[in-house]
């Protein structure tokens, strides 16, 4: 298995540009969720989704889209860039929508925008 | 609303020295989940234990140790003869709802040979 796995791994981003995050699982997850890292702030959830066609919002959504439409895809849109976007991206799985199941986490998208 | 609080921010200390990263949390639900995470200077993020509100029992994993404490609100962990390799980021986080994490924003340990 590989686990949790995101493209790209870096990028940079021109203000007003759109992009997507990609994030995908191979271990049959129902819980799919991206979270944001910004220095001294920890972790910050944007959208999350308990299963394919069902997404809703987190923590930090304005400026994000997110859509399921399989299990084991969820990928992150920003549609028009800014610098407040600069961060470092995770998404994350785990077997289920309950309280409590365990989150793994992908690498990350180290994301720039100038 | 539901916080973590790692009041330390950064953690220096020589190697087999054990040290000990704090955890506060406040949450209204009786029924919650606690964990941490590690992060190395590669960045990705490693699961290192769950622990659910009715288990206050502490556990131990090799040098790794976690004191659950409810009646403080505190989820501990301890690194005993701690070693270079466990230099990182290590968070906290709390689960509630429907498994949203919330962090506390880390605590950077820095061991030096």
């Known amino acids: 298995n590989a686990g949790v796995t995101q493209t790209p791994k870096f990028q940079v981003l021109k203000t007003g540009q759109s992009m997507t995050l990609q994030c995908a699982q191979d271990m049959n997850h129902e819980y799919m969720s991206w979270y944001r890292q910004d220095p001294g702030m920890g972790l910050r959830l944007i959208h999350y989704?308990?299963?394919?066609?069902?997404?809703d919002q987190g923590e930090v959504p304005n400026g994000y889209n997110v859509s399921r439409s399989t299990t084991e895809d969820f990928p992150l849109r920003l549609l028009s860039a800014a610098p407040s976007q600069t961060s470092v991206y995770f998404c994350?799985?785990?077997?289920?929508?309950?309280?409590?199941?365990?989150?793994?986490f992908g690498p990350g998208t180290r994301l720039l925008v100038l | 609303a539901q916080k973590v609080t790692q009041a330390q921010t950064e953690i220096s200390v020589v190697e087999k020295e054990d040290v000990t990263l704090d955890c506060v949390y406040e949450?209204?639900?009786?029924?919650?989940?606690l964990f941490w995470y590690k992060q190395p200077p590669s960045g990705e993020l490693v699961f290192l234990i769950r622990?659910?509100?009715?288990?206050?029992q502490n556990e131990i994993s090799g040098r790794y140790s976690w004191n659950f404490q409810k009646s403080t609100s505190s989820f501990n962990f301890t690194i005993t003869a701690s070693q270079v390799v466990d230099s990182a980021v290590y968070f906290c986080a709390l689960s509630s709802g429907f498994q949203k994490l919330v962090f506390g924003t880390g605590t950077r340990l820095l061991v030096s040979p």
């Open positions: 949450t209204r639900d009786t029924t919650y989940y």
């Open positions: 989704s308990v299963g394919a066609g069902i997404t």
């Open positions: 622990r659910n509100s009715f288990d206050e």
């Open positions: 994350a799985s785990s077997s289920g929508a309950i309280r409590g199941e365990t989150q793994y």
